[in-house]
């Protein structure tokens, strides 16, 4: 049976995406000026990727449902029939909600719950959107710019002790340092979220006109918490004027700076956003997403809370295991996914003898030649195609080339 094909992503038009890295991946003319923000190379049912079967387009999803076994029996047991992950392309141009991600059991508990309740699925006050969890791992494509877990306990206070307008959340960070309890992390975050709008805007307001001053300026700098603080002040207000207590998150949580070709792994429970740059980013197939502030999307803190994972984290940077030479594993605990960065030289040839999972390539830079069994098709920058399980193929480099993979590990 034939199963490898050429794919088209599904574009997704987010207000925070850019203007120019997508269209131009995509080979797409931008004339009316949209924001790009994400290429989704997979069988979500909001945005399925498009095979080419002998000159037609059917959706991935169809494909799958209509050919189960493209999925391959391994996957089938362990996942069900459906494609376990979902293969993305970002450009973030404005920063993303804080948010967390619950796990498996959570999400199965939380999705039934919902259910049962007769919250529509489109619901603005819907948590669970499906049963599933939602681990990412992303590399990146150029700088980029994120926040990443709680720093320290100390750290945490020394920045406190750096802003002048939170002098009162410093008094009751000491206080409650001074005291005997072990979730001290909890208890802050949880005053944080629950604070009156008028304290947030109280405490926030004088910070705004501060930063807002010394960013037109340019005196601040991005390895500054105070930078995406101006930032989030000029694009994420909220309605009537109030200030977003996501800002507090900006100074409390890791501040990552990646290089093109690092990666970092979310898990579930570890509190996130995405800032600024492009990267390829790889998850469970879900859309269960609780947010902590940075936008008008629906804020449960009551779910939030029990869903975050109160404990300093040193942000781990993924620089790839090489398993083969010019080819790099993303390693992750994920049992959903798994990413491979594939890099050749002109000419070079990477061939795969049997995909013992479904697989999902994009070609990122340069352009490579496809041939599976009497099948064979030329893929410039940007394009992608599908291998289906048990499938064999091999490409060769025009040029120098970069190319990622996605599979089940």
């Not at 930078?227 to 409390?252: C, K, M, P, Q, T």
Request: proline content about 4%; glycine content about 8%.
């Amino acid at each position: 049976m034939k199963n490898v094909f050429p794919i088209k992503g599904a574009i997704q038009n987010y207000a925070w995406g850019g203007k120019e890295f997508i269209p131009k991946l995509m080979r797409l003319q931008n004339v009316d000026s949209q924001s790009f923000a994400e290429v989704w190379l997979g069988a979500h049912q909001r945005g399925p990727a498009q095979l080419n079967v002998d000159g037609k387009e059917i959706s991935l999803k169809d494909f799958l449902e209509k050919n189960p076994e493209a999925l391959g029996e391994k996957v089938i047991n362990k996942f069900g029939e459906r494609l376990p992950y979902l293969f993305k392309v970002l450009d973030v141009k404005k920063m993303l909600s804080i948010q967390t991600h619950p796990t498996k059991k959570a999400a199965e508990i939380g999705f039934a719950r919902e259910e049962k309740a007769g919250i529509s699925i489109t619901a603005f006050n819907r948590n669970y959107k499906d049963d599933n969890h939602k681990p990412e791992v992303m590399v990146a494509m150029t700088e980029f710019w994120l926040l990443h877990g709680f720093k320290s306990l100390e750290a945490i206070e020394e920045v406190l002790k750096s802003v002048p307008e939170f002098k009162m959340l410093l008094e009751y960070y000491q206080r409650i340092l001074q005291k005997e309890v072990d979730d001290k992390l909890f208890h802050f975050y949880k005053n944080l979220m629950e604070m009156s709008q008028k304290t947030v805007d109280e405490i926030l307001q004088p910070l705004a006109e501060r930063l807002s001053l010394d960013f037109a300026v340019k005196k601040l700098l991005k390895n500054s918490p105070d930078y995406w603080a101006a930032l989030a002040f000029r694009d994420n207000l909220l309605e009537g004027g109030h200030f977003d207590r996501g800002v507090f998150s900006i100074y409390i949580f890791n501040l990552v700076c990646l290089q093109k070709g690092e990666g970092i792994f979310q898990d579930a429970g570890i509190p996130h956003a995405y800032l600024e740059g492009v990267n390829m980013e790889l998850m469970a197939n879900s859309d269960n997403v609780f947010r902590g502030g940075l936008t008008v999307k629906h804020v449960d803190v009551r779910e939030l809370l029990e869903h975050v994972t109160f404990e300093p984290v040193i942000p781990n940077v993924l620089t790839g295991t090489e398993i083969d030479r010019g080819v790099k594993v993303y390693e992750t605990p994920a049992p959903d996914f798994e990413l491979t960065r594939i890099s050749l030289k002109d000419l070079e040839k990477y061939s795969c003898k049997k995909a013992t999972t479904p697989e999902t390539l994009i070609v990122m830079e340069g352009e490579v030649m496809v041939q599976s069994g009497n099948d064979e098709f030329r893929l410039e920058r940007g394009g992608a195609f599908f291998a289906g399980s048990g499938s064999e193929y091999t490409f060769v480099s025009e040029g120098t080339s970069e190319i990622f993979r996605a599979l089940v590990p």
